[in-house]
């Protein structure tokens, strides 16, 4: 395990934008603020989402898009630094109006609603690519 130790940094919380990507507006907000570390949770409802699932023998990500309205019971992730940009790795759990779950990955998702929580910390956090999984993971 690597692991470096964090500072203590700003706290936020925030309200989504009606019908902007959950995912795209968490990275804009990190870029407007200088954010280069953070956690964040959040919860609202989505008219669509799409979620991808990484096929630990293939190491690609499959894709499964929901073109529905759904409620996002949990979407928890953290932010850092992927090439020139900032990536908000988002996950989330999804719930149709029976109560049945879908989630995973979040791709995209169209907000209808949405609240968060955001959590800096005083760190520079960096992707790399990692051999063995083929994923962008943490350089500690
Ligand atoms: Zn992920």
Known sequence: MDYQRVE???EYV??????????????????TEGIDAAFFYGLGAVSDATVLFYDQ??????????DEPLEVTTALGNI??????????????????????????????TVFAGEMYVREFGAHLERERDEVTDLDLWNL
């Open 57 to 66: 023998d293939d190491k690609e990500y499959y894709a499964e898009r929901f």
């Open 14 to 31: 925030a309200r989504l934008e009606h019908g902007e990507d959950w995912r795209g507006q968490i990275e804009s907000f990190a870029e």
């Open 8 to 10: 203590d940094g700003r």
């Open 80 to 109: 850092s630094h992927l090439g020139d940009g900032r990536f908000a790795h988002t996950h989330a759990t999804l719930s149709r109006p029976d109560g049945s779950m879908v989630g995973g990955h979040l791709d995209s998702a």
